[in-house]
């Protein structure tokens, strides 16, 4: 049997709705743990994030991030084409249902994402940050070893595929459609950029991310508004559709009610898990690298980087897509935002949503340059590090030229795989993150 066709069944069978209940159920339990903690520290996060302190905005050494920057690294990775391309996919799978179920599934997973930066920064060596992250906390639990070793081959595996070949290959195909340049011309451009960033070193990493974050999301955010605005009418009939066809798919996606109902909870809670990655350790990949300042203030600032990606982000591309009406008319993936886009924009639509996906793409690859080469040196134990670039950037230009049909899969099964390997050691520090959330609010009353 092909390996192609062998990873997609097995994609298949993981990807299943027990699967993900399994998941959902970790969010509620770990959301109950903590006392609801995404609801009740969620206009602190807010704050931590848009007024931060100096300790947290200030880098100390080469290789290290403050709190701060591996806030924007988490961002810059969380916010890719799944958002842009992924969530109308999950409405043409699953209706405008998906939706509901989507945005369930990240509000309660915002407290795995502030259990593992907690658990990433709380059991991080102070003095050098070598010891930390997903890859040190799993080590301390029975089993360690082979979990954090684990971790390490689904992360590089992970933000190789998702956070490199997959980017790239969008960069390819947007720029191909739009202007017509040949992917291997697209693929020269991005082997310079690229190697000049990961060249660079987390130094240089975080200052292009602090440029490119802000601009693709504010860039975002005024074309979804603009679209939004210009059919406002349909606005309370797209939130109508979204919350009807939750409970009741079968008008949407045709079938028995049961079947309806099972595809777009799945749809929406397998969509939901890869746009805010949270539970999956990859923002504790970053957090972990903090020098371990205040486990606390780092749990809190990272739960925001959940909700700006699927509440804000998502939500808004959901609601492009049905409030302006062609949310079923065939199409799918960034061709059907790009016919979202034309109603209101005509003939600029597809340059503007080219460049939202190239803007998007690169912050991807950029934010996991970071997160790869932390996973790279665990692996080999800080030898080869001269390997790295190498290897990244013959990725980067490989990503531009292939067909991605078999890096989704690849990188569908790694997401699964870090989260089985992750929730392990969330669920077996749960206690150690209680105590220290009911010693900061015994602090702070």
Known sequence: MDISIMLAELSRMIWCLPFLLFFFGACVYMTVQLNFIQFRYFLQSVRSVFQPSKKSNSIEESGQLSPFQAFINTLGGNIGNGSLAGIPVAICVGGPGAIFWLLLMSTFSVSL??????????????????????????????????????????????????????????????????????????AVFVTLFVTYIVVGGSSRIVQYLDKLVPVKVYGFLISAIIVLAYHYASIPHALYLIVSLAFDPQAALGGTL????????????????????????TAAVAFGTTKGQDPMTSGIMSMLSVYINTHLVCFLVALSVIASGVWNNGETSSALLISAYETVFGAMAGLIVTVLVTMFAISVVVAYAYNAKVCWDFLLKGKFSWGFPVVYVLCAAYGVLMNAKIVWVINSVTTAGLFAVNVVGLLYFTKTIKAGLHAYRTKHQ
């Open 258 to 281: 049961a079947f309806a109902l099972q595809q777009s909870i799945a749809t929406g809670f397998q969509q939901g898990v890869n746009a805010s990655e949270a539970g999956l350790g």
């Open 113 to 186: 994402r502030f259990a593992e930066v907690y658990l990433a920064t709380y059991f991080s060596d102070k003095a050098t940050a070598q010891k930390s992250g997903p890859m040190y906390y799993l080590s301390l639990v029975p089993g360690g070893a082979v979990l954090s070793a684990l971790f390490g081959i689904f992360g590089f595996a992970f933000m190789l595929t998702g956070g490199n070949l997959i980017q790239c290959n969008a960069i390819g195909l947007a720029v191909f459609k739009s202007w017509g340049i040949a992917p291997m011309i697209t």
